[in-house]
Every structure is written in structure tokens, then in C-alpha cells.
């Protein structure tokens, strides 16, 4: 009988009162981390859809372009930052309105940043950069989970075509 109440404070029930579990938190089934950012990442981009329907794509893939780089090279300088006034920054994101820029945002980028992050001629406030806090591991950091939410939610938007 211990077991069984163990269980059932583990279990809810549903509106046909069949069982099912909690999901225990901000962990998804195989125990890692969620990111609470996935749908306001999520309606940043239905907002780049709806609003520039034929920019859309090519904002998409360099936005997946971003985040995927600084997944692949966590400690590579030059993919955490974005240059204002680049051209393609400029052509693909940064003309879809405010939708971009604030994805990028949800995604850790921002202005200024560490001096390790900028080009030693650069000017802060010429880039969004993407920094971490100082001394986090890079590999179980928020900013990882994020990442990799925006890159899930980025390829989905990419290869479906039904996609909200």
C-alpha cells in the first residue's frame, strides 16, 4: 500500500480519470532542462511570418544560422557577436521589424557585452552580443537550453510548411 499512495501522489488524473504523470518541473521526459522561452521564441517568429510572409525565409535561416553557430563553437568569440550594421544582418533580420531583433534577444544577444566577446577595435555599441554569465559552464547553462529551443523551433518553422 506504501508503493501505491507513493504513486498516486505522483499521478494526476485527468478528465476521463485515467492517470498520467507530472512532468516533474522544468525537465522534459528524459530529464532535461526546458526552456520556458520556447513560446515567446515561438510568436516572435509567427510574427516574422505573418508580418514579412517573403522575408520570412531567408530571416529564418540566418537566424538558424546564428544560434546553430554558437551551439557548434560555445567558445568561439566571433559567433556570439553580430554586427549592427552587417549587410546581411541588416537585408535578412534586422529589416523584419522588431520581431528579429527580439528573438535574438530572447536568445541571450544584447547590447554591449564582455571585451572577450567583441573585436579589439570594435565598439560595444555597434554589436549584439551573446554572452553567458561569467564563469557558467556553457554546456547544462540556461543559455544552452535556450539555444537549443530556438534552433528546435527555427528548423521547424523551415521544413514545415503548415507551420503557425
Known amino acids: ?20 504523470l507530472r512532468t516533474g518541473g522544468a525537465k522534459d521526459f528524459l530529464g532535461n ?3 520556458s522561452a ?24 540566418v537566424l538558424l544560422a546564428y544560434v546553430s553557430n554558437i551551439l557548434d563553437n ?3 568569440p566571433k559567433f556570439r557577436r553580430i554586427k549592427k550594421e552587417n ?5 535578412r533580420v534586422a529589416c523584419c521589424g522588431d520581431h528579429g531583433v527580439n ?5 541571450g544577444f544584447g547590447g554591449g557585452g564582455r571585451a572577450e566577446y567583441l573585436p579589439p577595435d570594435g565598439s560595444p555599441d ?9 564563469g557558467e559552464e556553457f554546456a547544462g547553462s540556461d543559455l544552452a537550453v535556450t539555444l537549443k529551443a ?13 507551420w503557425l
Do not use: H, Y
Open 126 to 134: 555597434d554589436f549584439l552580443v551573446c554572452q553567458q554569465p561569467e
Open 38 to 61: 520556447a513560446p515567446k521564441l515561438r510568436g516572435e517568429l509567427r510574427g516574422i511570418k505573418n508580418s514579412f510572409p517573403e522575408r520570412k525565409d531567408a530571416a529564418f535561416k
Open 1 to 20: 500500500m506504501q508503493k501505491r499512495s507513493a504513486w498516486a501522489a505522483d499521478c494526476c488524473r485527468d478528465s476521463d480519470s485515467r492517470p498520467f
Open 74 to 76: 560555445p567558445a568561439e
Open 33 to 35: 532542462k526546458k526552456s
Open 103 to 107: 528573438f535574438l534577444t530572447l536568445c
Open 150 to 162: 530556438a534552433k528546435t523551433e527555427l528548423t521547424k518553422s523551415i521544413e514545415n510548411p503548415f
Open 87 to 91: 549587410k546581411a544582418f541588416v537585408s
